[in-house]
T-cell receptor
């Protein structure tokens, strides 16, 4: 099992450009999440999904969009990149939500917007 | 303000020393998770605590949950350089209205001097 795979690992964007961060998991997990990690700020939830076709906003959804057409994939879209979106992005998955269900994380995508 | 506060923010210890990291919640804890993150990588699940008074150990790392204090502590005995990294606590705070909310603390950066 590869677990949670994120691509790309690094990316530099100019202000106003768009990109999609890819995330795939092969553990047949229902729940998937996107977090961003800023220095000294811990992890903030951007969007999450409880199953294919279902997505919901987290704490910091503005400037992002997601889709969940399959159980395996959960891409994150940035439409008009802004410097405030410079961060490390982590995708995670879990078998179900709530207790007894730890998150499995990808290795992250380091994004710089200049 | 953070719903999960970790202390200390950073810690430097000599190899062989014991140390404790705390995670305090401003809301009722229904379960708490500890994760470790190495630089440039995703988070690795360490332990999950579900009941007040519960204590779990893995190798030289012990975690406890005090529900009354809404606090968890992570204790490392006889620290080694391999323990270095960022430790984050995560929790499912209050499952209300079917809204799923999994949040993280700000992290504690641990450095172990050989």
């Amino acid at each position: 099992n590869a677990g949670v795979t994120q691509t790309p690992k690094f990316r530099i964007l100019k202000i106003g450009q768009s990109m999609t961060l890819q995330c795939a998991q092969d553990m047949n997990h229902n729940y998937m999440y996107w977090y961003r990690q800023d220095p000294g700020m811990g992890l903030k939830l951007i969007y999450y999904s409880v199953g294919a076709g279902i997505t919901d906003k987290g704490e910091v959804p503005n400037g992002y969009n997601v889709s969940r057409s399959t159980t395996e994939d959960f891409p994150l879209r940035l439409e008009l990149a802004a410097p405030s979106q410079t961060s490390v992005y982590f995708c995670a998955s879990s078998y179900r939500g709530g207790l007894s269900s730890p998150l499995h994380f990808g290795n992250g995508t380091r994004l710089t917007v200049t | 303000s953070q719903e999960l506060e970790q202390s200390p923010q950073s810690l430097i210890v000599q190899e062989g020393k014991n140390l404790t990291i705390n995670c305090t919640s401003s809301k009722t804890l229904y379960g708490l998770y500890w994760y470790k993150q190495k630089y440039g990588e995703g988070l690795i699940f360490l332990m999950m605590l579900q009941k007040g008074g519960e204590e779990k150990s893995h190798e030289k790392i012990t975690a406890k949950l005090d529900e009354k204090k809404q606090q968890s502590s992570l204790h490392i005995t006889a620290s080694q350089p391999s323990h270095a990294g960022i430790y984050l606590c995560g929790a499912d705070i209050v499952p209300t209205s079917g809204t799923y909310k999994y949040i993280f603390g700000t992290g504690t950066r641990l450095k172990v001097l050989a």
